[in-house]
């Protein structure tokens, strides 16, 4: 897959996941490695939040 942006990945992404969770019939078989960056991106939308909240999490426990 080639994109533009991080942004137009993570949207196909979230599609191909939604669709395949939904059961439904795409017009194009993803990759192995298609899947995998999926799954990467995937990982650090979920790290950013994550580490977001820890520090977040820190600054405010520090104010008290």
């Known amino acids: 897959m080639n994109f533009k942006s991080v942004k137009d990945m993570s949207s196909v992404c979230s599609y191909i996941q939604w ?3 939904a059961g439904l019939d795409l017009k194009f078989t993803p990759t192995k490695d298609d899947m995998n960056y999926c799954m990467a ?3 650090a939308k979920l790290y950013h939040v994550s580490y977001g909240l820890d520090e ?3 600054l405010g426990s520090y104010q008290f």
């Open 56 to 58: 977040l999490w820190k």
């Open 19 to 21: 669709a395949t969770l």
């Open 41 to 43: 991106i995937g990982d």
